[in-house]
């Protein structure tokens, strides 16, 4: 089932499952600015990531004795939330564990998430609850795809991405057989142009950025994305290494967490980038995206 919240700027279509965004329409500029999931290139939209973002070495990992499988960015993505509440411009959508998950996650858990519109900006907020007598450990992350070129006359690389350092060293990583690698320091932050070979060796991926925009130089449409103080952020598109193209979309993705890394001990506990929240704990965070 589809959830529609709307406000003078925006329209935007919410699946209840995943609670995936799937259609940002512009009243003001006619634009609509989500990924369209073909699966021809990538079947989703806006996926939410949990409990794992990415990849784990061997699509495993090992908690208090016990191995459990689980497979890339999690099993949250695949399962129906219910309307917790609904108005006019804000929605918010739950879903209990409720044992259905401990086969992979031996957890217990409530997952919020919360969408609200702010003029020409969508915030979501995710609330992760605790029901465990223990901490729990988890990751959390955003994926949303955007559709380029927004306008018929424009090429994909009319665009360029702008990426603003938070207050922290930036650290830029590398994807190899979906595992993590660090490559050190970033210091240059000048534009990226859009091209199909930036996405050659799968996503890109840096610490401590708050703000990401993609914008054409030729119309000044895009997205603004806003995730202070998030941790991780990666950037992707699918790319065709027989034509050496990309697919239409690019996805600016805000993590509370990161794939494994190539030498990690498999443990949950040790894993690079994972949340521990406490019994009985509430994890809050958020994100806005900002459309031109």
């Given at each position: ?232 952020v990666g950037i992707w598109s699918k790319y065709n290494e027989t034509d050496r193209t990309m697919a ?45």
């Amino acid at each position: 089932m589809m959830v529609e919240i709307e406000n003078n700027w925006l329209k935007v279509s919410i699946s209840q499952n995943g609670a995936e965004v799937r259609e940002v329409q512009h009243k003001k500029n006619g634009l609509n600015y989500m990924w369209t999931g073909d699966s021809a290139y990538w079947g989703r939209v806006s996926p939410v990531l949990f409990p794992i973002v990415g990849s784990l070495k061997e699509n495993q990992y090992q908690l208090d004795g016990n191995i459990y499988k689980l497979s890339q960015h999690g099993f949250l993505r695949d399962n129906v939330f219910e309307v917790d509440k609904l108005e006019a411009d804000y929605v918010s959508f739950v879903i209990e564990s409720a044992g259905q998950f401990t086969h992979v996650y031996p957890y217990e858990f409530k997952a919020y998430i919360h969408y609200t519109l702010k003029e020409d900006s969508l915030i979501v907020r995710w609330e992760i609850l605790n029901e465990n007598k223990e901490a729990m450990y988890f990751s959390i992350g955003a994926h949303p795809a955007f559709k380029l070129p927004l306008l018929e006359n424009e090429k994909i690389e009319d665009y360029i991405l702008k990426l603003t350092p938070g207050s922290k060293e930036v650290i830029e990583y590398e994807l190899k057989d979906s595992l993590i690698y660090e490559k050190g320091p970033a210091h240059d932050f000048q534009e990226i142009p859009i091209t199909p070979s930036l996405f050659a060796k799968d996503a890109l991926v840096y610490s401590h950025i708050d703000h990401v925009t993609l914008t054409s130089k030729t119309s000044s449409h895009g997205v603004e994305l806003t995730f202070n103080d998030f941790p991780f952020v990666g950037i992707w598109s699918k790319y065709n290494e027989t034509d050496r193209t990309m697919a239409p979309f690019v996805c600016v993705e805000p993590w509370y967490g990161i794939a494994d890394t190539h030498d990690a001990s498999g443990d949950l506990k040790e894993k690079f980038g994972v949340n521990r929240l406490e019994a009985g704990e509430t994890f809050s965070a958020e994100y806005g995206m900002k459309f031109n």
